[in-house]
């Protein structure tokens, strides 16, 4: 088994300070980039998923779950469709 990564680097605007923003149903990421000094530049970015916060929304939580067996299995009834 292998792989391969590729990595390419650019160079920041020497011209202005600028930045994007971008955000999709799954992440939000932002970047920022301009000038330092007469020859340098800088850039720095930022990503943040948040998949991870819709799916704990959809699941269930696990002591719902639990209680739901527990009563099932005792014969009670929980109000909800088995």
Same mark, same amino acid.
């Given at each position: 088994?292998?792989?391969?990564? !590729?990595?390419?680097?650019?160079?920041?605007?020497?011209?202005?300070?600028?930045?994007?923003? !971008?955000?999709?149903?799954? %992440?939000?990421?932002?970047?920022?980039?301009?000038?330092?000094?007469?020859?340098?530049?800088?850039?720095?970015?930022? %990503?943040?998923?948040?998949?991870?916060?819709?799916?704990?929304?959809?699941?269930?939580?696990?002591?719902?779950?639990?209680?739901?067996?527990?009563?099932?299995?005792?014969?009670?009834?929980?109000?909800?469709?088995?």
């Amino acid at each position: 088994m292998s792989s391969v990564l !590729n990595i390419e680097y650019r160079e920041g605007s020497k011209e202005r300070l600028q930045g994007q923003v !971008n955000a999709s149903m799954t %992440d939000f990421s932002g970047l920022c980039e301009g000038p330092i000094g007469e020859n340098g530049s800088s850039s720095s970015g930022h %990503d943040k998923s948040y998949l991870q916060y819709i799916k704990n929304m959809l699941v269930l939580p696990r002591k719902f779950i639990q209680r739901s067996m527990m009563c099932r299995s005792a014969g009670v009834s929980t109000g909800t469709a088995a």
